[in-house]
C-alpha cells in the first residue's frame, strides 16, 4: 500500500490518460475541433452570407441595363364603302418591337452610402460572430478532453480502490478463520466493497458520458489522449484581464458593429423623404411587316426627378422607428460590456479558487497517503481495528479523486479566462501566438 499512495501521490492531471505511443494532444482536439464542428462551420457561412451584402449595395452604383423584344402576327379587316359598293381589306402584319433602357441613379436621397455602411457593419458583425463562435467551440473542446481525462483517471482509481477492498476482504476472511478478527470487520469490509462497486459503476457511465460530448465537440472519439503539455499564458491581474475584454471581446464589438448598422439603417429610412434623380437612356426599334415594311427608330435621354410630398406619415414613422432603434442598440451593447465584465470577473475568480484549491488538494493527498500507512502498521500492532484502516483508504481515495477533479478544473478556468476576456483562438489556445 505504500507503493501505491506513494506513487499515486505523484500523478497529476497530466498523466491521467493511458500513455499510448500514438495519442492525441489537447492542442490536436482544439485543431479538430476547429475544422470539423458544424457550429463553427455555420458562423463561416455566415461570414460569406454577409459579404454578399457588400456586392449587392455596390451594385447600386452602377447603371442597370435592359433589352426587351416582341414579336408576333396581326390581322386587320378594314371595311369600306365607295361608289362601286363596300370593299373588304385585310392586312396581315409581322410586327416586332425592340427595346435598350440604361438607368443610373444620380441622387438617392443617400441610400446608396447607407446601404454600404450597413453592408460594412454586418460583414465586420458576422465576423466578431465567427470570433465568438469559435472561442465557445475551443472552451468547449477544452472541456471535453480535460472531462475525459478526468473521468479516466476516476475509473481507474475506482478500479484500484475495488480490487484493494477485494484483497482486503479476502485477508479479512482469513483472519477470521483463525480467530484474530470478528466477523464485523467481514461485514464492514463487504460494506465498503459494495459502496465502492456502485461509485465504480457511475464514474464508468461518467466517462461513457464525457466521451459523448467529446465526439460531439471534437468530430471524432478519443483516442489515448496525452498530457496537457503545458497551460497558456493568462493574464496577471483583474485589471489586466477587465482591460483585455474591453478592447477585444468579439461579442462586445458585435453589439458595437450592430450600433453601427442600426445608424446606417437609419439613413436608409431617412432617403425616403429626399429628393430622387436618375438619368434614363433609352433606344426603342419598331418594324411591321406586311406587302411593305414599315421600320421606326427612336431614342432617348431623360433625366427624371422625383420628391415625395405626403405619404401619409408612414417614411416619416420608418425613420422615427429607426433611430428609436439606435437607442436599443446602444443599450443592448452597454448591456453587453456588463455582462463581460462579470464574466471576466468570475473567470478570475474561478482561477484563483482553483489554483488554490489544488495546492490543498495536494497536500490532503499526501497527509491521507500517511495516515493510511500508519492505520496500517497500528492495525498489525493491534492498536487499529479493521474499519479504521477502511476510513483511511477511503479518505485516501477521496483525497485522490478531488485532486484530480481540481486538476481538471484548474486547466478548465486557465481557458475560460482567456474567453472571458476575448483572447481564446486557435493559435494562443495552441501556443502559436505571436
Same mark, same amino acid.
Given at each position: ?15 491521467? +490518460? ?6 492525441? &494532444? ?7 475541433? /476547429? ?24 451594385? *447600386? ?41 440604361? &438607368? ?27 470570433? *465568438?463562435?469559435? =472561442? ?64 465504480? +459503476? ?8 464525457? =466521451? ?16 496537457? *503539455?503545458?497551460?497558456?499564458? &493568462?493574464? /496577471? *491581474? ?25 445608424? +446606417? ?130 479518505? +485516501? ?23 472571458? &476576456? ?13
Amino acid at each position: 500500500m505504500r507503493v501505491l499512495f506513494a506513487s499515486v501521490a505523484t500523478v497529476a492531471l497530466a498523466a491521467i +490518460a493511458p500513455c499510448a505511443a500514438m495519442g492525441d &494532444t489537447l492542442e490536436d482536439a482544439l485543431i479538430a475541433a /476547429h475544422a470539423n464542428n458544424p457550429n463553427l462551420e455555420e458562423a463561416r457561412l455566415a461570414v460569406q452570407a454577409a459579404r454578399e451584402d457588400r456586392v449587392q449595395a455596390m451594385a *447600386s452604383y452602377l447603371p442597370s441595363l435592359g433589352i426587351s423584344a416582341s414579336t408576333g402576327l396581326q390581322s386587320v379587316e378594314s371595311d369600306t364603302n365607295s361608289f362601286f359598293g363596300p370593299t373588304t381589306t385585310q392586312t396581315d402584319l409581322n410586327p416586332s418591337t425592340g427595346v435598350a433602357q440604361v &438607368t443610373q441613379q444620380l441622387f438617392t436621397g443617400f441610400r446608396r452610402s447607407g446601404q454600404s455602411r450597413l453592408a460594412d457593419a454586418n460583414i465586420a458583425g458576422a465576423q466578431e460572430g465567427l470570433r *465568438s463562435r469559435a =472561442q465557445d467551440v475551443l472552451l468547449a473542446a477544452v472541456n471535453a478532453y480535460v472531462s475525459v481525462l478526468r473521468d479516466q483517471e476516476i475509473v481507474r482509481l475506482r478500479e484500484e480502490h475495488v480490487a484493494g477492498l477485494n484483497r482486503l476482504l479476502s485477508g479479512t476472511r482469513r483472519m477470521l478463520d483463525v480467530g484474530e478478527v470478528s466477523r464485523t470487520d467481514v461485514a464492514q469490509a463487504q460494506t465498503r466493497l459494495a459502496g465502492a462497486r456502485g461509485s465504480l +459503476a457511475r464514474a464508468r457511465a461518467d466517462l461513457e458520458s464525457s =466521451q459523448a460530448r467529446y465526439i460531439a465537440i471534437v468530430g471524432r472519439p478519443p483516442q489515448g489522449l496525452l498530457p496537457v *503539455s503545458a497551460l497558456p499564458q &493568462t493574464p /496577471h *491581474s483583474l485589471e489586466e484581464s477587465v482591460r483585455l475584454a474591453n478592447e477585444r471581446h468579439p461579442d462586445l464589438a458585435r453589439a458595437e458593429q450592430a450600433e453601427r448598422a442600426a445608424r +446606417a439603417q437609419v439613413t436608409i429610412e431617412r432617403s425616403s423623404l429626399l429628393p430622387q434623380v436618375s438619368l434614363v437612356g433609352r433606344a426603342e426599334e419598331n418594324r411591321d411587316f406586311s406587302t411593305t415594311e414599315t421600320r421606326r427608330e427612336s431614342s432617348s435621354a431623360v433625366a427624371q426627378f422625383s420628391m415625395p410630398l405626403f405619404e401619409g406619415g408612414y417614411a416619416w414613422s420608418r425613420t422615427r422607428q429607426s433611430r428609436i432603434n439606435v437607442g436599443r442598440a446602444e443599450a443592448r451593447t452597454e448591456a453587453q460590456r456588463r455582462e463581460i465584465l462579470a464574466a471576466v470577473s468570475a473567470a478570475w475568480s474561478d482561477l484563483i479558487a482553483s489554483r488554490e484549491v489544488l495546492t490543498a488538494a495536494d497536500e490532503q493527498v499526501e497527509a491521507s497517503a500517511v495516515a493510511v500507512e500508519g492505520a496500517e502498521r497500528e492495525r498489525g500492532y493491534g492498536l487499529r481495528s479493521t474499519l479504521d484502516v477502511l476510513n483511511a483508504e477511503e479518505e +485516501a481515495r477521496n483525497a485522490q479523486i478531488s485532486r484530480v477533479r481540481a486538476n481538471a478544473d484548474a486547466v478548465f478556468a486557465s481557458y475560460a479566462l482567456l474567453a472571458a &476576456t476575448g483572447a481564446l483562438t486557435l493559435e494562443r489556445a495552441t501556443g502559436h501566438a505571436n
